[in-house]
Each structure stands twice: as C-alpha cells, then as structure tokens.
C-alpha cells in the first residue's frame, strides 16, 4: 500500500494535466472498479478502537464520519488540486459555502479583505454585509486598477480576493501583480478561477495563494449539481480550513462530488470547444449592426485582450457579453428582452458554464438588486445581454440570437 502511494505522488509529477484529469482519484476498491466509484455512506466502520482512536485525533488517515471526508469525495478533490497544480484541495457543498470556509478558516474580527467591486454579486454580499457583522472589515476597488488595490491595502489586511474575468463584462486583473501586492503585504491572495478553469489559467502558478472554484459551473459543465472548492497549500487545508469544515459541516455531498469528479474528465475539450464558439460568435457580435459593443477578451478590440493571452492561455473563455444598439435605456430595455424572447432553441437562464448555451440579462437578474445609478457605474446596462456559450452548432447559436436581432435593422 505505500509502494502504490508513492507510485501515485511520482505521477501525479510527471504526468500531463489532461491525463491526470481521467485518471487522478483515491485508490481503486477491492472490487477493481474502473470508474470511480460512488460511496454513499455516512459513516465507516472502524478496524480496530485504536485505530479509529488515532483516525479521530488525525494521527492516521482514514474515514471515520461523512461530514469529515469520503472515498468520492476526496477523489474529486484530489483531482481538482492536479489540475490546478495544487498542494491539495478541500471542497464544500456550493462556491459560496467555498469562500465562507476560506474567510471562517483565516480570518478573525479585525481583520481585513480587499476585493474587487466587480465580484460575483453573492460573494460581495457576503463580504461586505454578513462577514461585516462579525468584525472582518472590506473594501472594494475598481477590478482591473492594480494601484487602487495597492492603496486599498492596510496593516490589518489578511485576504486579497480577485475573480478574473468577471461577470458579465470580462474584465481581467493581473494575477502576477495582485499576487506580488499580496506577498508585500504578508497577506494571501484568493483568485476565484470559476469563469477561465484550470484549462486557460492556473492562478497559483502566477503566484496565487488560493483558488476558489463553484464547481457548479464549468467543473460539472452540465449544469447538474452545486459544488465548491479550494485548492491550496496542504499546511493551510490542514491547520486552517479542515477544523472549519468538521465545525461547520459545509460538506460536499458524495453525490454531487461524483458528478464533477466526472464532469473533470471532459473539462479540458468542452473548454477548448466552448471557447473556440465563443470566439467565432463574439466576432460575429461584433460585425452584426444592431450590436453596439461585444465584450470578450479574446477580440482584440478587449482593453485588456493582451493580458488575457498571457494570462488564460492564449483564450478568451466561453462567456461573453453584448449591448444591443438602441436610443434609450427603455428601448434597449425593450430590444434585448425580445432577443431573449425570441429565443428558440438556446435557454434564457442566469446560470454559466453549461454545455446548453444559456443567455441571461444582467440588469433584471443578477444585478437587479443594484440601484439603476450603481448598475450604470458598473456598466451594466439595460440593453446588455450575457452569453454563457455552450456546444450547440455555431450557425445554430448565430440564428438563435439573429432571430430577435435582425428585427432592429
Ligand atoms: C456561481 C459563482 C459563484 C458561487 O458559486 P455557487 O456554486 O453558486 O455557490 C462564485 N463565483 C463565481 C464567479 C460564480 O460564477
């Protein structure tokens, strides 16, 4: 058994990341099952009471309760931190449950978070509302202003937290620069890698600390179940975020992390495929004369297109957004609620990573909380539209969309 352990650790060093993304997982049963299998159980039976003694006080490895660990469990994990290059990983039941354990985990009252302004709307929430209740004090700065990060950080800093690109106007930050912020600073930087995967950008080999994932998105990639994720330096899982974890109970269920464990095992062509769509569609977008501006890094005409090459492998991601052309804010409102309508074939839905294209309107949905004033700072506006580009046939996705946009010209 510690021959086959080390026999696993050399390959996990050696072998391609894609080969690791179908074969990274817990040893195989007694049964030789070559699918990972799924264990659904609550809680193990123990050898011997010693043994589940020193299983309880960690001094062994082993199962000894559900809400601790699990065979399928820890084969996602396992997998995911392979493919982000990760010491290890520890998952949770939802992306939001992942960065309330990283701030219960490392963080105390007194404390401090610097994060962008342009973050995921729940994760904002979070920070700045439910963590402000117990003492860790935030502030957000413009997404891609690397100096207003530098200017946001104090003494009490602990946690730099980008997203990178953001939802729905893809605006990047620089990882290697947030990351040298951070290291000055002696705080950590977390980047939530969500909207590029392991596929385009791997933060912690730019010098990020954490990564966070919703494996809700594209790490299932199906749009089947909620899971979360961190992938970070084993010493930090191990003395900061597990005790969270057995605490607090955030725990994936079995389930769900078999579900993703397998959805890993197509991340890498579905990225590569949906990417490659995005591309052609945003070009398309961009030519198309009831269109009056594409948001996608993968077109030149990005603010940030060259950062984007450097950073998330030469691609632009599978997610883009547009601003049908209109007069006024009630006709934009108006024409992009009658492409949405007019759609056929591709699903009006505020979820991402789906292998369905799903198409959603920022303003009403997941920024309809926001006062109109805040929405325009931000630069959502009435006529934008949000793409989450799936597998469909690309003259398939083209007509769809054409269907409510060729009516405007
Ligand atoms: C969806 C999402 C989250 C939250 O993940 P859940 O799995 O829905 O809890 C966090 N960050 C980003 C960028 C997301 O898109």
Redesign the pocket.
């Known amino acids: 058994m510690d021959d086959d352990k080390k026999g696993d650790k050399k390959s996990a060093k050696t072998l391609h990341h894609n080969t690791l993304a179908v074969r990274s997982s817990v040893e195989r049963s007694q049964f030789g099952e070559n699918s990972e299998a799924l264990f659904l159980t609550s809680g193990y039976v123990q050898p011997t009471a010693e043994t589940s003694a020193r299983r309880f006080s960690g001094d062994e490895e082993g199962f000894t309760y559900g809400r601790y660990g699990n065979p399928t469990v820890a084969s996602f994990e396992k997998r995911l931190a392979d493919l982000e290059g990760a010491e290890a990983c520890i998952s949770t039941a ?4 992942a ?1 309330l354990m990283m701030c219960l985990g490392l963080l105390k009252s007194g404390d401090h978070i610097v994060c962008s302004q342009s973050m ?1 709307g ?2 904002i929430k979070l920070i700045g509302t439910d963590l402000a209740k117990f003492g860790v004090e935030s502030t957000f700065v413009p997404q891609a202003d690397t100096d207003a990060w530098r200017n946001a950080v104090k003494p009490n800093s602990k946690l730099l937290f980008a ?1 990178t690109p953001t ?1 729905p106007l893809t605006t990047l930050c620089d990882i290697q620069q947030l990351a040298s912020l951070a290291r000055d600073a002696g705080a950590l930087l977390c980047v ?1 890698n ?2 590029a995967t392991p596929v385009l950008q791997r933060p912690l080999s730019l010098g990020a600390d954490i990564v966070m994932h ?4 594209y790490l299932d990639g199906q749009g089947r179940v ?3 994720a961190l992938c970070t330096k084993e010493e930090i899982i191990r003395n900061s975020l597990t005790p969270t974890l057995k605490s607090s109970g955030m725990t994936l269920a079995p389930f769900n992390a078999w579900v993703v464990l397998k959805g890993l095992e197509t991340l890498d062509i579905r990225m590569t495929a949906q990417a490659s769509r995005a591309l052609s569609l945003a070009k398309w977008l961009e030519e198309h004369p009831a269109v009056k501006r594409v948001y996608y890094p993968g077109l030149s005409s990005h603010p940030q297109h060259e950062l984007a090459m450097a950073q998330q492998n030469g691609s632009g991601g599978a997610i883009l957004s547009f601003e049908v052309r209109a007069e006024c804010a009630t006709q934009a409102r108006a024409r992009a609620f009658y492409v949405l309508d007019m759609l056929t074939t591709l699903s009006l839905c505020t979820n ?1 990573g789906d292998t369905k294209t799903l198409l959603s309107h920022p303003a009403s949905t997941s920024h309809g909380r926001l006062t109109e004033e805040q929405r325009q700072m931000a630069g959502i506006t009435q006529g934008l539209i949000r793409v989450s580009v799936g597998l469909e046939y690309l003259e398939d996705i083209k007509e769809d969309i054409s269907r409510g946009l060729d009516s405007f010209t």
């Open positions: 939802s992306g939001m449950s960065i995921f729940s994760t997203e939802n939530d969500c909207f919703s494996g809700t998105k909620m899971a979360g991402l």
